[in-house]
């Protein structure tokens, strides 16, 4: 992985081929601004305007983005929120599926989110229990485990409902 520390962004902005994320928590950080005014009944809006940025211009040089969100129904009022901001994700060239929980109960899942960077490298990041992101990453180049977090990711993305056709419940 070569010196220094590793940056997850810098890893996704020099993808190659794909860059694929499990996400498999009912909530993340519940502080954003956006949610807070998505809770008190505003639009809840929220500038992803530097992720859909880093997207884009990955989609332009041939990257493929997927992401599979793993939720419990009825889903949680964050898990809402994100399904409404998603949309920017999907402008962005990103792809999105959603698979319900219970759909989920026979796929062996990590205990982390992750990400897989061109098949090659998977960083696992780690949340607190509120959902707060704690900035623990763990990365990955091991052969075996890359491959078992590409299956995994497969076997979800095979059974769950694209953006458009998954409505919140």
Known sequence: ?????????????????SAV??????????SVAGFQDFLAGGPGDYDMSSWTK?????????????RARVVSEP?????????MLTTHNIEAGEEVRWLPRRQAFDLLLPGADFWIIDGRLV?????????ADTGEEEFSSDPDLVA???ATFEHVWERATPH???AVR
Do not use: K
């Open 75 to 83: 889903v949680t009022d964050y898990i809402r929120w994100e399904h």
């Open 1 to 17: 992985m070569g010196h220094g520390e590793v940056d997850l962004l810098d890893l996704l902005r020099g993808a190659r081929r």
């Open 21 to 30: 994320h499990l996400e498999m928590r009912e909530t993340y950080d519940t």
């Open 164 to 166: 458009a056709d998954y």
């Open 123 to 131: 960083a696992f990041n780690f949340s607190a229990g509120d959902g």
């Open 148 to 150: 078992r977090c590409v």
């Open 54 to 66: 880093l997207v884009a211009e990955g989609v332009a040089r041939g990257v493929r983005f997927r």
